[in-house]
């Protein structure tokens, strides 16, 4: 049989009908655009408990947890949903009880867009919305990149051998001989992460905030079912998922992975409770709370949210798991997700579905991000610069839109950067690490009285100097390796070193200068009789 | 237990059960217990699977019994001095 015949184009026709679906779906919510920045930004404060629930859940889940979470499982075992997806269960809804709610009404009440305008009319400072704004831009990135990076290797996993003349790949074995390399004939990196880029951008720079949350819903649904497909499909081709539990239990490289011992430590395991309290501070997730319609449209998000992390994260440890047994030893962990569908789902058609649905997780996330970092440059700095009587609605839309494509290529280039170094799971966790070290800044900014601008300045300082460093060591050291073993300090996550120097950050800060005007503060506290 | 909605004991109640579900969260005794569930799913990975449909139970309690109405209230209260709203940027 010619090596030509058997070259499906299925999959990457499906993949790309799906990307051009949601460049309609983009188009068809410009048709509800209001006109006003409020709409772009914010769609006029009016969604609902269902469509906020799949947004913020299709944000909260990237490429981090399809693509990260297996590769993760295949590195380190099980234990990874107890170190993520079980904390996050507890703790993210616990944030979106306790400070999402208290965000949308402080929102709603004073009309705010970014956390940097809430921060600075909440302690009166200027200067702190000033250096908030690029602390939040430096953390965003490495979240975009978790994206930017998994969609690549995604598209390259899924659709290797599709053209092998076009993208031919080659290594070099052990005995000098030249053979084809496993990812021959994908789509390079640089193409798919570019592509996808382009479809999300497009969709957002036409339907805003509103076309993030319609996208974000269907993307929501199709990743959902994708992953019972591709669940289905990996653990049936394995002979079931007893005999795929076994072959990975009886192998060398996969039986420890069945448990802890050995994998992950006591201490690391516990100080991971940290990490998911990132979703306090992560900007795109204001901007999606401020979108609510009334405060009642949280309680499906806030119980549906463990249970929909689990649906996603049980399927992906299992294929991680299962991987270690089918692949064996020292598979790159960004790629086994895409390696496990490519070599086992072999009908096209669900090979091209499942592709769409973890492109889906990835890009509802992206998209978020991009719209919040373009409505902060707007709103956080021209408009606070230059004055909001200086531009119309119109011209604001253009500056976030400006904004988005500059942040869009740097993060690009620097995804090219980094995707071979990089392991997507230990980015994201140090991601999620800076925006939980910002964590204390929120919860006194809502509950303590006290709490004053030195001290928010303080703790971000502290915040700031604490996770570079940090980050630094662990990501850009020589020599470092991809999946390679995470940074502990005294066997702890360094998020809780972060989060610990924030917090004596804030707390000595507030408690050594003033604390703003009872005004200012009687502004941000319902009074106790409104309490009751 | 006669739980009066969104009463301080509520709160109380929701608060333990966090707390509780906190520590359990880290189950060491089956660190290293390789057995499986229903044949497929090791122990580990079941029990954290379980947690989070517990923590689920959580959140609906703490609607039931903690839900901030007073907050929505405020909200939409008309405050004497307010920002500008962006509707009018």
């Known amino acids: ?532 | 237990m006669n739980l009066k909605r969104h009463s301080a004991a509520g709160r109380r109640l929701i608060w333990f059960l966090a707390a509780a579900l906190f520590v359990l969260h880290h189950d060491f005794w089956w660190w290293s217990d390789r057995s499986l569930v229903f044949g497929f799913l090791p122990v580990g990975l079941a029990y954290h699977a379980a947690f989070s449909a517990a923590a689920a139970l959580l959140w609906l309690a703490a609607n039931r019994f903690a839900w901030p109405d007073e907050l929505e209230a405020w909200a939409d209260q008309a405050p004497a001095e307010t920002r500008q709203p962006v509707t009018h940027g």
Request: contains cysteine.
């Open chain 1, 1 to 532: 049989m010619n090596a030509a015949a058997t070259i499906s184009y299925v999959p990457v026709v499906l993949i790309g009908g799906y990307l051009l679906l949601l460049l309609g779906l983009g188009l068809v919510s410009q048709r509800f655009f209001r006109g006003t920045s409020a709409d772009y930004f914010l769609v006029s404060r009016s969604v609902g408990p269902f469509l906020l629930l799949m947004s913020i859940f299709g944000t909260t889940m990237t490429g981090f947890a399809m693509v990260g979470s297996s590769g993760k499982a295949y590195s380190d075992g099980i234990g990874v949903y107890g170190l993520m997806a079980s904390w996050s269960g507890l703790i993210h809804s616990g944030v979106f009880f306790l400070v999402g709610i208290r965000l949308w009404a402080i929102g709603k009440r004073y009309g705010y867009v970014t956390q940097c305008a809430f921060f600075r009319d909440r302690f009166e400072s200027p200067t702190l919305g000033y250096l908030l704004f690029p602390v939040l831009v430096l953390l965003v990135i490495p979240y975009l990149l978790v994206g930017v990076i998994s969609a690549g290797k995604f598209l390259q996993s899924a659709t290797a051998g599709t053209f092998p003349e076009l993208f031919a790949l080659t290594i070099k074995a052990a005995d000098g001989a030249v053979r084809a390399h496993p990812l021959s004939g994908g789509i390079p990196p640089w193409l798919g992460s570019g592509i996808i880029c382009l479809i999300v951008l497009g969709y957002v720079f036409f339907g805003g905030l509103r076309g993030a949350v319609w996208a974000n819903t269907f993307q929501t649904i199709v990743f959902l079912c994708a992953g019972v497909v591709a669940f289905w499909m990996i653990s049936d081709r394995l002979g079931g998922m007893a005999e795929a539990t076994r072959r990975a239990a009886e192998s060398a490289f996969g039986g420890p992975r069945l448990a802890r011992e050995g994998m992950i430590g006591h201490l690391q395991f516990l100080s991971y409770c940290l990490i998911p309290l990132s979703v306090g501070m992560f900007p795109h997730l204001f901007q999606h709370w401020l979108t609510a319609r009334n405060a009642k449209s949280f309680r499906l998000t806030v119980v549906a949210h463990p249970i929909f992390i689990m649906l996603v994260w049980v399927p992906c440890i299992l294929i991680g798991l299962w991987a270690t047994g089918h692949q064996g030893e020292g598979v790159n962990p960004n790629a086994v997700l895409g390696r496990m569908v490519n070599q086992l789902v072999h009908s096209p058609v669900l090979t091209g579905i499942v592709a769409a649905g973890v492109l889906a997780a990835i890009m509802s996330s992206l998209d978020s991000q991009f719209m919040c970092l373009g409505t902060m440059f707007t709103e956080d700095i021209i408009v606070r610069r230059f004055g909001r009587e200086r531009f119309s609605d119109r011209q604001e839309v253009l500056l976030a839109r400006g904004f988005i494509v500059a942040i869009v290529a740097i993060t690009y280039f620097l995804a090219l950067y980094l995707k071979d170094t990089a392991h997507v799971f230990d980015l994201g966790v140090w991601c999620f690490s800076g925006f939980a070290g910002l964590f204390p800044l929120i919860v006194a900014a809502l509950y303590w009285r006290r709490a004053t601008k030195a001290g928010m300045i303080t703790g971000l300082a502290a915040t700031a100097a604490s996770w570079l460093m940090l980050f630094w060591h662990d990501i850009f050291a020589p020599g470092k390796k991809a999946g390679g073993d995470e940074l502990l300090v005294a066997g702890m996550m360094p998020v809780v070193f972060i989060v610990a120097a924030s917090a004596a950050g804030v707390i000595v800060g507030s408690l050594l200068s003033r604390p703003p005007s009872q005004a200012t503060v009687d502004k941000f506290f319902p009074a106790p009789a409104a309490a009751k």
